[in-house]
């Protein structure tokens, strides 16, 4: 696909997510999570360039105009929507998976950055997010864990464990609360299935 193409997958990917997407247009001038991904790219390019100090500067001039902070370093796939976005942060290690979902006020987050912090230079401190996950409002995913594809997170859930593919995580530390997993891989509103 070529860049026009790119974009326009990526803006139905968040209409067909988003109800009060009504237009193109809308979306591209008053969406912060496109802004943001739009920097993202940008400075992860400049970040695997070498230039990291450039490429930081990019990332907060995004945080200060978005609300979203995403580390350059943090691989990101395709089609991911922040929904409002105010106060998502993505760390340095963070990995996300193609179709993801996050509502605003999520972290994905490190544990103890403070705690012998030249010890973890280099290694793997942030979350790993698979494919059509969608994590809810609040919730803080905490660690080097995998969250499964399909997997949903409630809103202000507390994740420090690995998550099963198509679990349903709610609750502080979060519990599965999954009768069987999630498979349908079709978005649904703020985590909620219809799957039984």
């Not at 996300?96 to 280099?122: D, R």
Request: with cysteine; hydrophobic share 40%.
């Amino acid at each position: 696909m070529n860049f026009l193409e790119n974009i326009k997958s990526y803006i139905k990917s968040i209409q067909d997510r988003d109800p009060a997407a009504s237009s193109i247009v809308l979306v591209l001038l008053t969406y912060p999570c496109v802004k943001s991904i739009f920097f993202h790219r940008v400075a992860n390019f400049i970040w695997k360039s070498n230039l990291q100090i450039i490429a930081r500067i990019i990332s907060q001039i995004a945080r200060f105009l978005t609300g979203i902070e995403i580390h350059p370093a943090a691989k990101v796939g395709n089609n991911l929507f922040i929904d409002h976005g105010m106060g998502v942060v993505i760390g340095q290690t963070a990995e996300i998976g193609n179709n993801v979902t996050l509502y605003h006020g999520v972290t994905l987050g490190g544990i103890s950055p403070s705690v012998k912090s030249k010890e973890q230079v280099g290694i793997k401190r942030h979350p790993t997010i698979g494919d059509d996950v969608i994590i809810g409002s609040g919730a803080q995913i905490l660690g080097p864990v995998k969250i499964g594809s399909c997997a949903r997170i409630g809103s202000n859930a507390v994740v420090t464990k690995n998550v099963n593919k198509g679990a349903v995580m709610v609750g502080v530390p979060a519990k599965n609360i999954a009768k069987k997993p999630v498979t349908n891989k079709k978005f649904s509103p703020y985590g909620l299935s219809n799957e039984k």
